[in-house]
T-cell receptor, first 109, second 111 residues
Framework: QQPVQSPQAVILREGEDAVINCSSS?????VHWYRQKHGEAPVFLMI?????EQKGHEKISASFNEKKQQSSLYLTASQLSYSGTYFC??????????FGPGTRLSVLP | DAGVIQSPRHEVTEMGQEVTLRCKPI?????LFWYRQTMMRGLELLIY????????DSGMPEDRFSAKMPNASFSTLKIQPSEPRDSAVYFC?????????FGSGTRLTVV
C-alpha cells in the first residue's frame, strides 16, 4: 500500500527550513528517503530501520516514529541544490517496498 | 564502480514495434528492480528479481511486457507490441540489503 506524503509541494527561500512527512496505514519495517532532480534518477539519501535512531546527512535529517507509522525528513537552512522531488519508500515486514507519490521542493534565491 | 548502467538512454519507436531495454546492475547486488515513472502514476514497480529469480511481477501491466535476468550482471525489459501509453521513463535499480541505486533511466517515446 502506497505511503502518503505531505505536503505535495513546497516553495522555500534559500536558508529556510522544511519538513516533509511520510505516513503509512501499516506497521513499517523501514523507511527510505530519496531525492530526484529534474531529468535525473532518484538518489538515495538515508534509510531508517525499525528501532533505529534518527539519521542525518549534512543539513538533512530524518526521524522514524514506529508507533505513528510515519517518518519525517527535515531540511535545515535549505540550499538551491536541495530543489527536487523527495520520495519516501516504505517497507513492511522486510518486504513489499513501495514509493510514495513524492514531494516537490523548490528553493528560490 | 560505474553504477547501474541502462541502455539506451532514449528510445523513440513506432506503435506496434518491439522495444528492449537493458540493465547492468552493480556487481555484488543481488536484487534488481524495474520501475516505470510517469507524471500521472509516479514510480511504479514493474518487476523485482532476487538472485536472478523473478520474485514479484504483479506490477507488469499486461502480457505485452516481459523481463528476464539470465545472469547476475544483465537484465532486459521487453515490450511487444509497444503502444503510445507505454511512453515513460523506465528505471532499473539494484540493491544489496538496503539502499537502491538507480540507473540513469531510459526515456521511451512510442509514437
Amino acid at each position: 500500500q502506497q505511503p502518503v506524503q505531505s505536503p505535495q509541494a513546497v516553495i522555500l527561500r534559500e536558508g529556510e527550513d522544511a519538513v516533509i512527512n511520510c505516513s503509512s496505514s501499516k506497521a513499517l519495517y523501514s523507511v527510505h528517503w530519496y531525492r530526484q532532480k529534474h531529468g535525473e534518477a532518484p538518489v538515495f539519501l538515508m534509510i531508517l530501520l525499525k528501532g533505529g535512531e534518527q539519521k542525518g546527512h549534512e543539513k538533512i535529517s530524518a526521524s522514524f516514529n514506529e508507533k505513528k507509522q510515519q517518518s519525517s525528513l527535515y531540511l535545515t537552512a535549505s540550499q538551491l541544490s536541495y530543489s527536487g522531488t523527495y520520495f519516501c519508500g516504505t517497507e513492511i515486514d522486510g518486504q513489499n517496498f513501495v514509493f510514495g507519490p513524492g514531494t516537490r521542493l523548490s528553493v528560490l534565491p | 564502480d560505474a553504477g547501474v548502467i541502462q541502455s539506451p538512454r532514449h528510445e523513440v519507436t513506432e506503435m506496434g514495434q518491439e522495444v528492449t531495454l537493458r540493465c547492468k546492475p552493480i556487481s555484488g547486488h543481488n536484487s534488481l528492480f524495474w520501475y516505470r515513472q510517469t507524471m500521472m502514476r509516479g514510480l511504479e514497480l514493474l518487476i523485482y528479481f532476487n538472485n536472478n529469480v523473478p520474485i514479484d511481477d504483479s506490477g507488469m501491466p499486461e502480457d505485452r511486457f516481459s523481463a528476464k535476468m539470465p545472469n547476475a550482471s544483465f537484465s532486459t525489459l521487453k515490450i511487444q507490441p509497444s503502444e503510445p501509453r507505454d511512453s515513460a521513463v523506465y528505471f532499473c535499480a539494484s540493491s544489496f540489503v538496503g539502499p537502491y541505486t538507480f540507473g540513469s533511466g531510459t526515456r521511451l517515446t512510442v509514437v
